[in-house]
Protein backbone atom coordinates (compact mmCIF):
# COMPACT_ATOMS: atom_id res chain seq x y z
CA UNK A 1 0.00 0.00 0.00
CA UNK A 2 1.38 3.62 -0.93
CA UNK A 3 1.28 6.63 1.35
CA UNK A 4 -0.91 8.48 -1.36
CA UNK A 5 -3.47 11.57 -0.95
CA UNK A 6 -6.55 11.87 -3.07
CA UNK A 7 -9.18 15.08 -3.55
CA UNK A 8 -11.22 13.23 -0.42
CA UNK A 9 -7.90 13.23 2.03
CA UNK A 10 -5.79 16.57 0.79
CA UNK A 11 -7.79 18.98 3.03
CA UNK A 12 -7.92 16.76 5.96
CA UNK A 13 -3.97 16.42 5.54
CA UNK A 14 -4.07 20.03 5.38
CA UNK A 15 -5.28 20.49 8.33
CA UNK A 16 -3.18 17.81 9.74
CA UNK A 17 -0.27 19.60 8.77
CA UNK A 18 -1.78 23.08 10.36
CA UNK A 19 -2.76 21.65 13.29
CA UNK A 20 1.47 20.45 13.85
CA UNK A 21 2.81 23.69 11.99
CA UNK A 22 1.51 27.34 13.01
CA UNK A 23 3.39 28.72 10.41
CA UNK A 24 1.67 26.49 7.97
CA UNK A 25 -1.89 26.99 9.65
CA UNK A 26 -1.05 30.58 9.07
CA UNK A 27 -0.74 30.27 5.34
CA UNK A 28 -3.83 28.42 4.92
CA UNK A 29 -5.76 31.26 7.25
CA UNK A 30 -4.30 33.72 5.22
CA UNK A 31 -4.53 32.40 1.70
CA UNK A 32 -7.00 29.43 1.79
CA UNK A 33 -6.40 25.62 1.03
CA UNK A 34 -3.47 25.24 -1.64
CA UNK A 35 -4.86 23.43 -4.83
CA UNK A 36 -4.39 20.18 -5.08
CA UNK A 37 -1.86 19.87 -8.19
CA UNK A 38 -2.77 16.96 -10.29
CA UNK A 39 -1.23 15.91 -14.10
CA UNK A 40 -2.18 12.81 -15.68
CA UNK A 41 0.30 9.73 -16.50
CA UNK A 42 1.43 10.05 -19.68
CA UNK A 43 4.24 11.28 -21.73
CA UNK A 44 2.90 13.98 -23.11
CA UNK A 45 2.89 15.10 -19.05
CA UNK A 46 6.92 13.84 -18.24
CA UNK A 47 7.92 15.77 -21.45
CA UNK A 48 5.84 18.94 -19.88
CA UNK A 49 8.09 18.53 -16.92
CA UNK A 50 11.23 18.44 -18.72
CA UNK A 51 10.33 21.56 -20.66
CA UNK A 52 9.91 23.13 -16.69
CA UNK A 53 13.67 22.25 -16.24
CA UNK A 54 15.36 25.70 -15.16
CA UNK A 55 12.91 27.73 -16.80
CA UNK A 56 9.72 29.67 -15.61
CA UNK A 57 6.61 28.10 -15.95
CA UNK A 58 5.09 30.31 -18.30
CA UNK A 59 7.66 29.23 -20.52
CA UNK A 60 7.25 25.86 -20.43
CA UNK A 61 4.03 25.71 -21.08
CA UNK A 62 4.30 28.18 -24.24
CA UNK A 63 7.03 25.52 -25.31
CA UNK A 64 4.64 22.95 -24.66
CA UNK A 65 1.41 24.23 -26.38
CA UNK A 66 4.10 25.32 -29.34
CA UNK A 67 4.88 20.51 -29.53
CA UNK A 68 1.07 20.35 -29.51
CA UNK A 69 0.29 22.37 -31.87
CA UNK A 70 3.07 20.89 -34.31
CA UNK A 71 2.13 17.12 -33.19
CA UNK A 72 -1.24 17.58 -33.55
CA UNK A 73 -1.15 14.82 -31.05
CA UNK A 74 1.92 14.92 -28.37
CA UNK A 75 2.80 11.17 -28.55
CA UNK A 76 6.39 9.33 -28.50
CA UNK A 77 5.90 8.54 -32.44
CA UNK A 78 5.06 12.33 -32.76
CA UNK A 79 8.42 13.79 -31.44
CA UNK A 80 10.66 10.92 -32.97
CA UNK A 81 9.09 12.45 -36.29
CA UNK A 82 10.40 15.80 -35.68
CA UNK A 83 13.95 17.13 -36.72
CA UNK A 84 16.32 19.60 -34.68
CA UNK A 85 15.06 22.24 -36.31
CA UNK A 86 11.51 22.22 -35.90
CA UNK A 87 11.93 20.97 -32.42
CA UNK A 88 13.64 24.59 -32.00
CA UNK A 89 10.75 26.47 -33.83
CA UNK A 90 9.03 24.89 -30.77
CA UNK A 91 11.21 27.00 -28.36
CA UNK A 92 13.00 23.52 -27.14
CA UNK A 93 16.91 23.61 -26.80
CA UNK A 94 19.39 20.84 -28.01
CA UNK A 95 19.93 20.09 -24.73
CA UNK A 96 16.12 19.00 -23.94
CA UNK A 97 15.22 18.07 -27.40
CA UNK A 98 17.71 15.10 -26.79
CA UNK A 99 16.20 14.61 -23.32
CA UNK A 100 12.12 14.28 -24.98
CA UNK A 101 13.79 11.66 -27.87
CA UNK A 102 15.44 9.96 -25.40
CA UNK A 103 12.17 9.76 -23.07
CA UNK A 104 9.81 8.80 -26.03
CA UNK A 105 12.20 6.04 -27.67
CA UNK A 106 12.34 4.65 -23.75
CA UNK A 107 8.78 4.34 -24.25
CA UNK A 108 8.32 3.10 -27.64
CA UNK A 109 10.89 0.64 -27.53
CA UNK A 110 9.00 -0.60 -24.00
CA UNK A 111 12.14 -0.23 -21.56
CA UNK A 112 10.06 2.34 -19.85
CA UNK A 113 5.90 1.45 -19.27
CA UNK A 114 4.68 4.12 -17.60
CA UNK A 115 1.32 2.12 -16.41
CA UNK A 116 3.73 0.24 -14.40
CA UNK A 117 4.99 2.77 -12.57
CA UNK A 118 2.01 3.54 -10.69
CA UNK A 119 2.08 0.36 -8.91
CA UNK A 120 5.54 0.36 -7.83
CA UNK A 121 6.83 2.24 -4.50
CA UNK A 122 8.86 5.07 -4.46
CA UNK A 123 12.21 4.40 -4.38
CA UNK A 124 11.38 1.98 -7.22
CA UNK A 125 9.77 4.68 -9.48
CA UNK A 126 12.68 6.94 -8.87
CA UNK A 127 15.07 4.16 -10.23
CA UNK A 128 13.51 3.34 -13.26
CA UNK A 129 12.96 6.81 -14.32
CA UNK A 130 16.66 8.48 -13.04
CA UNK A 131 18.14 6.01 -15.43
CA UNK A 132 16.87 8.19 -18.65
CA UNK A 133 19.43 11.09 -19.56
CA UNK A 134 18.07 14.49 -18.50
CA UNK A 135 15.57 12.83 -15.86
CA UNK A 136 16.87 13.60 -13.07
CA UNK A 137 15.75 13.72 -8.95
CA UNK A 138 13.57 17.43 -9.72
CA UNK A 139 11.96 16.01 -12.26
CA UNK A 140 11.14 12.48 -10.79
CA UNK A 141 10.01 14.34 -7.34
CA UNK A 142 7.32 16.19 -9.31
CA UNK A 143 6.20 13.21 -11.01
CA UNK A 144 5.58 11.29 -7.65
CA UNK A 145 3.91 14.55 -6.29
CA UNK A 146 2.16 15.55 -9.27
CA UNK A 147 1.22 12.36 -11.29
CA UNK A 148 1.33 9.30 -8.65
CA UNK A 149 0.00 11.75 -5.58
CA UNK A 150 3.01 10.06 -3.84
CA UNK A 151 2.20 11.78 0.22
CA UNK A 152 5.76 12.21 1.33
CA UNK A 153 7.96 13.84 -1.19
CA UNK A 154 9.66 17.01 -1.15
CA UNK A 155 11.77 18.99 -4.04
CA UNK A 156 14.50 20.08 -2.41
CA UNK A 157 15.91 20.92 -5.66
CA UNK A 158 13.07 22.92 -6.66
CA UNK A 159 13.81 27.02 -5.40
CA UNK A 160 10.38 28.07 -5.24
CA UNK A 161 9.87 25.36 -2.50
CA UNK A 162 12.91 26.19 -1.05
CA UNK A 163 12.70 30.04 -1.07
CA UNK A 164 9.02 29.79 0.37
CA UNK A 165 10.06 27.21 3.43
CA UNK A 166 13.00 30.01 4.45
CA UNK A 167 10.37 32.89 4.39
CA UNK A 168 7.52 30.70 6.26
CA UNK A 169 9.88 29.01 9.35
CA UNK A 170 11.95 32.37 9.24
CA UNK A 171 15.10 31.00 8.13
CA UNK A 172 18.42 32.92 7.22
CA UNK A 173 19.07 33.13 3.45
CA UNK A 174 22.45 31.31 3.60
CA UNK A 175 20.41 27.71 5.26
CA UNK A 176 21.32 25.12 3.77
CA UNK A 177 19.55 22.55 1.72
CA UNK A 178 20.83 20.35 3.90
CA UNK A 179 19.43 21.65 7.13
CA UNK A 180 15.97 22.16 4.90
CA UNK A 181 15.54 18.61 4.01
CA UNK A 182 16.14 17.28 7.76
CA UNK A 183 13.66 19.77 9.37
CA UNK A 184 11.15 18.55 6.63
CA UNK A 185 10.95 15.44 8.80
CA UNK A 186 8.59 17.07 11.01
CA UNK A 187 6.18 17.02 8.15
CA UNK A 188 6.50 13.38 7.87
CA UNK A 189 4.34 11.53 5.92
CA UNK A 190 2.89 13.99 4.19
CA UNK A 191 5.65 16.38 3.05
CA UNK A 192 4.23 16.82 -0.32
CA UNK A 193 1.38 18.42 0.86
CA UNK A 194 3.28 20.60 2.97
CA UNK A 195 5.09 21.54 0.09
CA UNK A 196 1.83 22.30 -1.85
CA UNK A 197 1.06 24.64 1.07
CA UNK A 198 4.65 26.13 0.68
CA UNK A 199 3.89 26.96 -3.28
CA UNK A 200 0.51 28.46 -2.30
CA UNK A 201 2.34 30.77 -0.28
CA UNK A 202 5.03 31.24 -2.84
CA UNK A 203 2.34 32.09 -5.47
CA UNK A 204 0.16 34.34 -3.15
CA UNK A 205 2.44 36.57 -2.59
CA UNK A 206 4.95 37.01 -5.96
CA UNK A 207 6.19 40.39 -4.83
CA UNK A 208 7.55 39.49 -1.95
CA UNK A 209 9.43 36.26 -3.54
CA UNK A 210 11.80 39.24 -4.98
CA UNK A 211 13.64 40.01 -1.72
CA UNK A 212 14.44 36.32 -1.06
CA UNK A 213 15.58 35.16 -4.12
Same mark, same amino acid.
Given at each position: ??????????????D???????????I??E????????R?????? $????????? #?????? @? !? *??????????G???D??LKL???E??????????A?????LA????????????????????V????I????????????? $????????? #?????? @? !? *????????????????K?????????????????????????????M?N???K
Amino acid at each position: MFNTFSKNTFQSICDKLAADDEDLDLIIKEHGYPPMWTRPNSFET $LVHIILEQQ #VSLASA @L !A *ALKKLQEKTGGLTPDAILKLNDEELKTCYVSRQKAIYIRNLATAITSGELNLEALANMPDDAVRTELIRLKGIGNWTIDVY $LMFVLQRAD #VFPIGD @L !A *AVNAMKRAKHFPKETTKETLLEFTNNWKPYRTVACMILWHHYLSAPMRNKVIK
